[in-house]
C-alpha cells in the first residue's frame, strides 16, 4: 500500500464515505470560532427574516468555500440536533449556547446531503467534525448554502463582540478558515 493509499485509508471508510479530519486550533472559553471555511456577511443580509433579524441569535452568516465541512465552534456539549441534520446546537460550560444552521430552506430536503457524526449529549473540542453537508446539492434544490453561526442566548451577556475579520477579501468581505475567532462574549 503507497502513501496515497494509507492517505485515502484515513480518510474514507470501507464503504467509500468521506471522513474528513478534525481540525487543530488554540481555543479560549469566551470565543466562538468560524465552523466552516467562507466569506462573512452580516446576519441582515441573510436570505431568512428569522435569522436576519436576530431572532435565533446573534453571529454571523458564512457563505461556505470548499468541502462542506461543519466543525465544532466551541468545547461543549451537543445540546439539541435534528433529524433533517440542517442545524445543530452546542452549550459551552461556561453558559455560551451556539447554534449553527446550515442552509436556508434546507430542512425541507429531509436530510438529503447532510451526514452527522455527533448525537445530543455528546461532548464536543472545538475543530471536532459534526457533520458534512453537499454544498452542490443545497444549490441544486434551490437553497441559500449560506450557514449562520450565532450565540443564541444573547441577553445572558453583557456583550458580544463580533470580532470574525481577516485580510483576505472577497467582493469586500472578508474570508474566514476554520478556527478563525467570530464571536468573543463577556459576562
Same mark, same amino acid.
Given at each position: 500500500?503507497?502513501?496515497?493509499?494509507?492517505?485515502?485509508?484515513?480518510?474514507?471508510?470501507?464503504?467509500?464515505?468521506?471522513?474528513?479530519?478534525?481540525? %487543530?486550533?488554540?481555543?479560549?472559553?469566551?470565543?466562538?470560532?468560524?465552523?466552516? %471555511? $467562507?466569506?462573512?456577511?452580516?446576519?441582515?443580509?441573510?436570505?431568512?427574516?428569522?435569522? %436576519?433579524?436576530?431572532?435565533? $441569535?446573534?453571529?454571523?452568516?458564512?457563505?461556505?468555500?470548499?468541502?462542506?465541512?461543519?466543525?465544532?465552534? *466551541?468545547?461543549?456539549?451537543?445540546?439539541?440536533?435534528?433529524?433533517?441534520?440542517?442545524?445543530?446546537?452546542?452549550?459551552?460550560?461556561?453558559?455560551?449556547?451556539?447554534?449553527?444552521?446550515?442552509?436556508?430552506?434546507?430542512?425541507?430536503?429531509?436530510?438529503? $446531503?447532510?451526514?452527522?457524526?455527533?448525537?445530543?449529549?455528546?461532548?464536543?473540542?472545538?475543530?471536532?467534525?459534526?457533520?458534512?453537508?453537499?454544498?452542490?446539492?443545497?444549490?441544486?434544490?434551490?437553497?441559500?448554502? *449560506?450557514?449562520?453561526?450565532?450565540?443564541?442566548?444573547?441577553?445572558?451577556?453583557?456583550?458580544?463582540?463580533?470580532?470574525?475579520? %481577516?485580510?483576505?477579501?472577497?467582493?469586500?468581505?472578508?474570508?474566514?478558515?476554520?478556527?478563525?475567532?467570530?464571536?468573543?462574549?463577556?459576562?
Amino acid at each position: 500500500m503507497g502513501l496515497i493509499d494509507k492517505l485515502k485509508s484515513k480518510f474514507v471508510s470501507a464503504d467509500g464515505t468521506f471522513n474528513p479530519p478534525d481540525a %487543530s486550533f488554540a481555543t479560549r472559553p469566551d470565543t466562538v470560532y468560524a465552523p466552516v %471555511s $467562507g466569506v462573512i456577511i452580516p446576519l441582515e443580509e441573510v436570505n431568512d427574516e428569522v435569522i %436576519s433579524a436576530g431572532l435565533i $441569535g446573534n453571529g454571523y452568516g458564512i457563505l461556505p468555500t470548499g468541502t462542506g465541512v461543519l466543525y465544532a465552534p *466551541v468545547n461543549g456539549r451537543i445540546a439539541a440536533t435534528t433529524v433533517t441534520n440542517h442545524s445543530i446546537g452546542i452549550a459551552t460550560h461556561d453558559g455560551i449556547e451556539v447554534l449553527i444552521h446550515i442552509g436556508i430552506g434546507t430542512v425541507n430536503m429531509n436530510g438529503k $446531503g447532510f451526514r452527522r457524526f455527533v448525537e445530543s449529549n455528546d461532548e464536543v473540542r472545538a475543530g471536532q467534525v459534526l457533520m458534512t453537508f453537499d454544498v452542490d446539492a443545497i444549490k441544486s434544490a434551490g437553497y441559500d448554502e *449560506v450557514v449562520a453561526c450565532v450565540v443564541s442566548n444573547p441577553d445572558a451577556f453583557k456583550k458580544i463582540r463580533h470580532v470574525g475579520a %481577516s485580510g483576505t477579501l472577497i467582493g469586500d468581505r472578508p474570508l474566514v478558515k476554520v478556527g478563525d475567532p467570530l464571536l468573543t462574549v463577556k459576562k
